[in-house]
């Protein structure tokens, strides 16, 4: 089987070497618990490491914000940009309140997307977050844009990591109930301060590893540590 490596110290052994290729996969978590860091070191490591150009689509943060996240870490997207391995973009709902239409837009959108992708001929995309979806949808029509839109991104050709902001709990992975059933794979990154960790709670078509570890956020980016597990009982 062709996986996709991270590149994310310690994650890849955790799931035999690496994400299948072509998962979509969610990265779930409260706020602050890493899921920006986490998409965006995968894209520049696909980028530096692997030779495999990227997509970071953002729905809440401007462009601007996620270079100069980046720039943080000493990462040089700038360079990257210019040599037509990474690509950030905005997608825009701003506008959307009217839910009839949003159907529509989000098609729209989802041309752009394929687009950009074409265009650097990108293996790794990032759709950063989908909870953003919800407040323009009733529930009913979450469920099934949601899995229209998965499906559709599937088609690109992408290892896709999607991320989804939780409220605080140990057990749910998506503000609505909804993506970690759409996805193949779901990584949970958890905050109960002053401990960070991380837990794989699926991945379709390979064997992984089921204990939370710890992460780190370094200089250098996120950290796991795969040899150490914490407790169930010490996540909140
Ligand atoms: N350069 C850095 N070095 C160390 N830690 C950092 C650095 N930059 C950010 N952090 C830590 O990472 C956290 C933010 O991570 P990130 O933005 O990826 O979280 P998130 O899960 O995407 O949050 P949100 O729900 O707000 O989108 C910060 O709150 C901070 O604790
Ligand atoms: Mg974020």
């Not at 490591?45 to 943080?72: C, H, K, Y």
Request: net charge negative; with cysteine; glycine share 8%.
């Amino acid at each position: 089987m062709e996986r996709t490596k991270t590149g994310i110290p310690g994650l890849d052994e955790l799931v035999n070497g690496g994400i299948p290729k072509g998962s979509n996969v969610l990265l779930s978590g409260g706020a602050g618990t890493g899921k920006t860091i986490f998409a965006t070191q995968y894209l520049y490591n696909g980028a530096l490491q692997f030779g495999e150009p990227g997509v970071f689509v953002t729905l809440e943060g401007n462009v601007r914000d996620i270079a100069w996240n980046m720039e943080s870490f000493q990462w040089d997207i700038k360079s990257l940009q210019d040599q037509g391995m990474f690509t950030i973009y905005k997608l825009g709902m701003e506008f959307m309140k009217d839910s009839a239409m949003v159907e529509d837009r989000i098609d729209e959108q989802l041309k752009e997307i394929e687009k950009e992708v074409e265009e650097i001929n990108a293996k790794r995309l990032v759709i950063d977050s989908t909870t953003v979806f919800g407040a323009y949808l009733e529930p009913s029509l979450l469920r099934t844009t949601l899995f229209k839109f998965c499906d559709k991104l599937k088609t690109f050709g992408c290892t896709t990591l999607l991320t989804a902001e939780t409220p605080i709990s140990k057990t749910s992975f998506s503000a609505f109930g909804v993506e970690e059933f759409v996805v193949d794979g779901v990584i949970a990154l958890y905050f109960s301060p002053p401990n960070r960790s991380m837990f794989l709670r699926k991945m379709r078509g390979t064997p992984h590893d089921s204990n939370p570890h710890p992460l780190a956020i370094t200089n250098q980016g996120i950290v796991i540590n795969p040899r150490d597990s914490i407790m169930w009982d010490a996540i909140k």
